[in-house]
């Protein structure tokens, strides 16, 4: 397999259909190795339009919806980013180059260990995994929150935990009808919702099943 030319078919065929026009995420798609974070026993699948299996029934995201996910957060470098969900450690790879630093969570021991060595391997110094359960939220305040994982509704943690002018990235849902919401703090008792796209995605482990809102 040529992979440059696979990368660049991917990229053409599938990313940038998908509403991914910004060019510096077109770029990091070239410098974060994509092939790097993916099980060597998959590595074949790693620029096909789909989900990759990972250790403990986990996956990775389609590459299009990585890419879709990375180009709404709009990192800043000077931004502190929360992922909850770390997987393969790819996606925080991804938001480490674009962010100041990034903690992600994860609550699989196998899959923190792979994610280090993943990103260690990658030369990615700016990440600090944690071992835990992020589905309620994590420790701090953080500009931009990603989701790597479906929620059947977003805990109020993770609003209280997003500054001001900072996003929260998640997907919200239970299948077959889930989206992508990128929720922005405008102040602090108020908040801007946009439902992105659709997709379906593996819920994030340990994930509440119901709200404790009453509305």
Same mark, same amino acid.
């Given at each position: ?10 990229? =053409? #065929? #599938?990313?940038r259909p998908w509403n ?18 993916? $099980? !060597?026993?998959?590595? +074949?699948? /790693? *620029? ?10 986990? +996956? ?5 919806? =990585?890419?879709? @996910? ?12 929360? =992922?909850?969900g770390a997987g393969s450690?790819?996606? /925080? ?5 674009? /962010? ?6 994860? @609550?699989? $021991? ?10 260690? !391997? ?13 589905? #309620? ?10 989701? +790597?994982?479906?929620?059947? *509704?977003?805990?109020? !943690? ?11 990235? /998640? @997907? ?10 990128? @929720?922005?703090?405008?102040?602090? #008792? ?6 992105? *796209?659709?997709?379906? !995605?593996? $819920? ?10 009453? *509305?």
């Amino acid at each position: 397999m040529n992979i440059e030319q696979a990368r660049f078919n991917m990229i =053409e #065929q #599938q990313i940038r259909p998908w509403n991914v026009l910004a060019q510096d995420v077109l770029d990091l798609l070239t410098v974060v190795k994509r092939e790097e974070f993916v $099980p !060597a026993a998959y590595r +074949s699948l /790693a *620029f096909f339009d789909t989900e990759i299996p990972l250790p403990g029934g986990e +996956s990775m995201l389609a590459p299009k919806v =990585e890419a879709r @996910i990375l180009q709404e957060a709009n990192v800043k470098k000077h931004e502190q980013v929360l =992922e909850i969900g770390a997987g393969s450690g790819y996606m /925080a790879a991804l938001l480490a180059y674009k /962010a100041r630093h990034v903690t992600t969570v994860e @609550i699989d $021991p196998d899959l923190k260990a792979l994610a280090e060595k993943n990103l260690s !391997a990658n030369g990615v110094v700016n990440v600090s995994v944690e071992l835990g359960n992020g589905a #309620q939220g994590w420790q701090g305040e953080y500009d931009v929150i990603v989701v +790597s994982g479906a929620l059947p *509704f977003l805990p109020d !943690a993770f609003l209280k935990q997003v500054k001001v002018g900072g996003r929260v990235l /998640a @997907i919200v849902g239970e299948a077959p009808v889930m989206s992508l919401q990128v @929720i922005t703090r405008t102040s602090d #008792q108020v908040y801007d919702t946009v439902d992105v *796209f659709e997709l379906l !995605a593996k $819920p994030l482990h340990a994930a509440s099943t119901h709200s404790h809102f009453t *509305f």
